[in-house]
């Protein structure tokens, strides 16, 4: 079991370098690959499961504890990101495929990988871990809701249809999760800790997917969608701190609020996008770019944070 929860742990902190590698392949021989695509949305279950399985009640305690910072976290989240995704759409003028992936992306709920990058920056983790099962509970609602407000421009989206997606592949996989943690307890504990392994492996088998399917459009503007999602996601994690201090949160929780807000569930934005826009398969390519860059300027903003002093060192 050591070795295996080692193993977890190696591949967790290399996990963009396991991306890169993988997409370079499924790009090299994408027919491989495309077997993968009908999966995308029972492997994103697979994820939400895990997130299931590390959660307890005592988690929401947070939320009692500091309802300003989660309410000001989940808020951001769901304003910020995708009211960036449109200004870069419209700035860069972007074509309507692309446009909207960058939105959809925009519009997901933050990524679990943002509580580990939150401990490693010396945040609120506990305010992170709150901020991130909220949004993610909220995700039925609000993604379907906020993705047709900014994007029903470019297209035509059927809300109920997506609010009915985001239900089965995030809600109830993790109500399932948090159920079976609850009746096995300590049995289940263990198992757990080997969870983000699994997790990686579903994420970069849904981004080889994408990739397979997209390789010729993905080489034709790689080069745009790359600076949009850096942009995108750089401009998530600026607006997320300074919104935090602007409203008088401590450093420690501003630092949460920043990577909460710049780091999406990726994975769901390609699960979406496959589900729901098969006959296109590019608007899941900014969602499968931004799963390996966040997993790069992510620790990158981490070390930066955790040199910052917070409000208890001044």
Known sequence: MQALLKLTQFVSKTFAVWVVVFAYIAAQFPETFKVFVP????????????????????????????????????????????????GLAKLFNLPPDLAIGVILVGCCPGGTSSNVMTYLARG???????????????????????FYLFASQWLEINAMAMFISVLKMVLLPIFVGVVIRTIFKQKIEQFSQTMPLISVIAIVLIVTAVVS???????????????????????????????????????????????????????????????????????????????????????????????MKNDSEK
């Not at 929401?60 to 000001?72: D, G, M």
């Not at 305010?127 to 949004?135: F, K, R």
């Not at 010729?216 to 969608?225: N, V, Y």
């Open 124 to 146: 609120n983790t506990a305010l992170s871990v709150a901020c991130t099962t909220i949004s993610t509970l909220l995700a039925p609602i609000l993604t379907p809701a906020v």
């Open 39 to 86: 999966w995308i949305p029972y492997l994103l279950g697979i994820v939400m499961l895990g997130m299931g399985l590390t959660l307890t009640f005592k988690d929401f305690a947070e939320v009692t504890k500091n309802p300003k910072s989660v309410l000001i976290g989940v808020v951001a989240q769901f304003i910020v990101m995708p009211s960036i995704a449109y």
């Open 213 to 307: 399917v997209s390789r010729d459009r993905i080489i034709e503007s790689g080069l745009l969608i790359f600076a949009v999602v850096a942009l995108h996601n750089g401009l998530g994690y600026l607006i997320g701190y300074f919104a935090g201090r602007f409203l008088k949160l401590p450093v420690a929780d501003s630092k949460a609020v920043a990577i909460e807000v710049g780091m999406q569930n990726s994975g769901l934005g390609a699960a979406l996008a496959a589900l729901h826009f098969k006959a296109n398969p590019v608007i899941a390519v900014p969602s499968a770019v931004f799963s390996f860059w966040h997993n790069i300027s992510g620790p990158i903003l981490a070390m930066i944070f955790s040199k």
